[in-house]
């Protein structure tokens, strides 16, 4: 369960200090805007804390685990016209690095939770928290588009390129 600190009004320094706790703040500020970032974040942890206690922070690693991209999609452009010209567009699956692909989930789950507060008129804290718990049970928006991402990947394997992008 998370601990209130009774003098600054914030959450433990245990909490603050985590590498993907600053990372999800981080993606999350806007216009320099950290203690609004931060007071999202632990809002949303706030809600996941009173609905399962002591578990956010667990909900929080499974959904950033469940996010996690391997792979990502590349578009090639169209051919410029020739004799033989393609009227499809090629995609180019590329494996990514490990760093790349959780700033990629970070992300998603993000833009998942804006779009989902701006059309149901609900605080960003809440529909962080409703994301971040349903990627932590494989459901949800943004890891169906994790396995699109990895169907589309495997029927192009056979232009993959083995180079890791950064």
Same mark, same amino acid.
């Given at each position: 369960?998370?601990? !209130?600190? =009774? ?8 909490? @603050?200090?985590?590498?993907?706790? =600053?990372?999800?703040?981080? &993606?999350?500020?806007?216009?320099? *805007? ?8 632990? =809002? ?33 452009? @169209?051919? !410029? ?28 789950? &993000? @833009? ?19 994301? &971040? ?5 494989? @459901? ?10 990895? *169907? ?15």
């Amino acid at each position: 369960m998370l601990v !209130k600190d =009774k003098v600054n009004n914030n959450y433990g320094l245990r909490i @603050k200090t985590d590498p993907l706790v =600053k990372k999800m703040i981080n &993606l999350l500020m806007k216009d320099g *805007k950290r203690s609004k970032a931060e007071k999202v974040l632990f =809002k949303s942890f706030q809600a996941l804390d009173k609905d399962y206690p002591g578990q956010s922070i667990n909900i929080f690693y499974l959904a950033i685990i469940a996010v996690k991209q391997d792979i990502a999609i590349r578009v090639k452009p @169209k051919p !410029k016209k020739r004799r033989t010209t393609q009227s499809f567009n090629v995609y180019l699956p590329r494996v990514i690095s490990p760093l790349r692909g959780l700033s990629l989930g970070i992300r998603s789950i &993000l @833009k998942s939770s804006k779009e989902r507060s701006q059309e149901s008129f609900i605080p960003l804290w809440e529909s962080l928290s409703q994301e &971040l718990f349903k990627a932590s049970q494989d @459901k949800g928006d943004v890891v169906a588009k994790r396995y699109s991402v990895s *169907k589309l990947a495997a029927s192009n394997r056979r232009r993959v390129h083995f180079n890791i992008r950064r």
